[in-house]
């Protein structure tokens, strides 16, 4: 059985928001605010699901379409090449904040502009490697908002196989060795295994999603962690089928897997994101320099799991782990 505590608790010691929750009335005037993201405006994909969230939070604190703040979206519809084009866009449009994710928009905006203050929607890497803050407590750029390292869950993904599989040795792992987090992601994996379990690393960089299947079911895998990736959000459909199509129960980072039919998720509020996005474009619109809020990571974790495709596996979810569960798809 997992533990709740164990799940709330992870994490939980992330640096403190040193400014103030405020939902006071904004700022006097028209604001516009520019939104850059690798994915698309559709309402479905993380894109559009992200830009709608923090909207809507930013609509709590009195941000009212139309009357008191502008957006200025900018889509690259999955292709990478064309964000730097689309964040200079931006920065010569001349917003008063840039909201942008993942880690390569935000990557883009940052060499776009060093002067107009830049909120991460999310960043899977760290924003520190990265070279868009100095530290996280204290960014000392035009850079703040929320990263998502979240490798300290990796070992929970395998955990939660464990706990609907019963007796498994083999788990395959999906990862693009283009993100360079993935790395790390492997060796916490690695130095938390149970005795007896190993690892298969399944490696994809251009979709070649049927070969590493193929790879999983010669090598006998029991289970499949798919690590974060942009790529593997934007086919979590495709991988919901493949893993359903290989019987193989599969755990990732994003609530849209099992949405596609895949068996579970584990990873960040999306809520507890879109919220946090929200307060620091509050913030720095009211006044507050980026360089001087630091930045914060998810505090709050959430389980989804797809009983529908559980049923079709054969696999009987423990009563235990439903409980557990933020939502049962059935």
Known sequence: MIRRRTFISLL??????????????????IVRVGYLSLLSPDPTSSGGEFFRGIREELAKRGYVVGRNIVFEERYALGQADKLPALAADLAESNVDVIVAGPTTAIRAAHVATTKIPIVMAFS???PVKSGF??????????????TAQVRDIAPKWVEL???????IERVAVLTNPAQPEHASYLSVMQETLPAGMRLQIAEVRQRQYEEAFAGMRKEHAQGLVILGNVLFTQDSGQLADLALSYRLPSVYLFKAFPDA????SYGPSHHEIFDLAAEYIDRILKGSRPGELPVRQPT???????AKTAKTLGITIPQPLLLLANEVIQ
């Open 12 to 29: 939980a010691g992330g640096l403190p928001f040193l400014a103030l929750r405020s939902f006071a009335q904004p700022v006097g005037r």
């Open 261 to 264: 039919g895949g068996l579970m």
């Open 133 to 146: 803050v100095k530290s996280l407590a204290r960014p000392g750029t035009n850079v703040t908002g929320v």
């Open 161 to 167: 196989l464990r706990n609907v599989v019963g007796s």
């Open 124 to 126: 899977g890497d760290d």
């Open 300 to 306: 709050k974790f959430e389980l989804v799991i797809n």
